[in-house]
C-alpha cells in the first residue's frame, strides 16, 4: 500500500535547466496538490488539481506548469530551473471532500 | 479560509500530555478545524479534525471551545516520536477553497527525555 509517491527524492540542477517531478497515488483520490517547502517555512501550494482534467493555481504558481496526466498521476514541471526554486516539494492527494490529505516523503531539490 | 495563531514552539517531557494551542477567532459556522504534524524530513500527516464538539482517535485528542474561537490539541502521553511541527488549519469542507489546504508556520513541538 504505497500512498504517495514521490520520484525523484533528490535532485541537483543547474541554473536553467529543466525537469519533471512525478507524482502518482494508489488511493483513487480525486484531487492532487504540489507544495513546496522553504527551510523554516510553512508549506506554500504550488498548484492543485480538483479532479481529472482541471488544474488550478496556487499562492506561488510561477515558474511552474503542471499536468494531470490521469487520475493517478499529477507532474510538477520547471521549464528553466532559477536558485529560488531550491526547496523541497512535496505532493499529496486526497478525496473529493475528503478532509485527510495524504503526502508523499518529499523531493529535495537543489539549483546552483 | 479563517486565519489561525499558534505559538512557535512548545516543549513537552515525555510521558507527560503535550497540550497544543490555536487561536482561529474569525472561524465561520461552516469552517472546520484539522490539525497535521510534520515530522523532521517527512511529509505532513494528518491527525485529527473536529467542527464542534470534542473528537479522540489513537493519536490525540481535539478540545473546540464553545464559541469554537479557539482549540487545544492533546497528546495524551507524548514520546520523543512525537517530536515535530504540529499545524493548526482552518478551512471549509466543501465548496469555496475546498481543494486547498493552507499550511502556516505551525508550532515545533519538542518532546525531552
Known amino acids: 500500500n504505497a500512498g504517495v509517491t514521490q520520484t525523484p527524492k533528490f535532485q541537483v540542477l543547474k541554473t536553467g535547466q529543466s525537469m519533471t517531478l512525478q507524482c502518482a497515488q494508489d488511493?483513487?483520490?480525486?484531487?492532487m496538490y504540489w507544495y513546496r517547502q522553504d527551510p523554516g517555512m510553512g508549506l506554500r501550494l504550488i498548484y492543485y488539481?480538483?479532479?481529472?482534467?482541471?488544474?488550478d493555481k496556487g499562492e506561488v504558481p510561477n515558474g511552474y506548469n503542471v499536468s494531470r496526466l490521469n487520475k493517478r498521476e499529477f507532474s510538477l514541471r520547471l521549464e528553466s530551473a532559477a536558485p529560488s526554486q531550491t526547496s523541497v516539494y512535496f505532493c499529496?492527494?486526497?478525496?473529493?471532500?475528503?478532509?485527510?490529505?495524504?503526502f508523499g516523503q518529499g523531493t529535495r531539490l537543489t539549483v546552483v | 479560509d479563517a486565519k489561525t495563531t499558534q505559538p512557535t514552539s512548545m516543549d513537552c517531557a515525555e510521558g507527560r500530555a503535550a497540550n497544543l494551542p490555536c487561536n482561529h477567532s474569525?472561524?465561520?459556522?461552516?469552517?472546520?478545524v484539522y490539525w497535521y504534524r510534520q515530522i523532521h524530513s517527512q511529509g505532513p500527516q494528518y491527525i485529527i479534525h473536529?467542527?464542534?464538539n470534542n473528537e479522540t482517535n489513537e493519536m490525540a485528542s481535539l478540545i473546540i471551545t464553545e464559541d469554537r474561537k479557539s482549540s487545544t490539541l492533546i497528546l495524551p502521553h507524548a514520546t520523543l516520536r512525537d517530536t515535530a511541527v504540529y499545524y493548526c488549519?482552518?478551512?471549509?469542507?466543501?465548496?469555496?477553497?475546498?481543494?486547498?489546504?493552507?499550511f502556516g508556520k505551525g508550532t515545533l513541538l519538542t518532546v525531552n527525555p
Open positions: 488511493m483513487n483520490h480525486n484531487s
Open positions: 473536529g467542527l464542534k
Open positions: 488539481s480538483a479532479s481529472e482534467g482541471t488544474t
Open positions: 499529496a492527494s486526497s478525496g473529493g471532500t475528503v478532509i485527510e490529505a495524504f
Open positions: 474569525t472561524i465561520s459556522g461552516n469552517e472546520y
Open positions: 488549519i482552518v478551512r471549509v469542507v466543501s465548496g469555496g477553497s475546498n481543494y486547498k489546504l493552507t
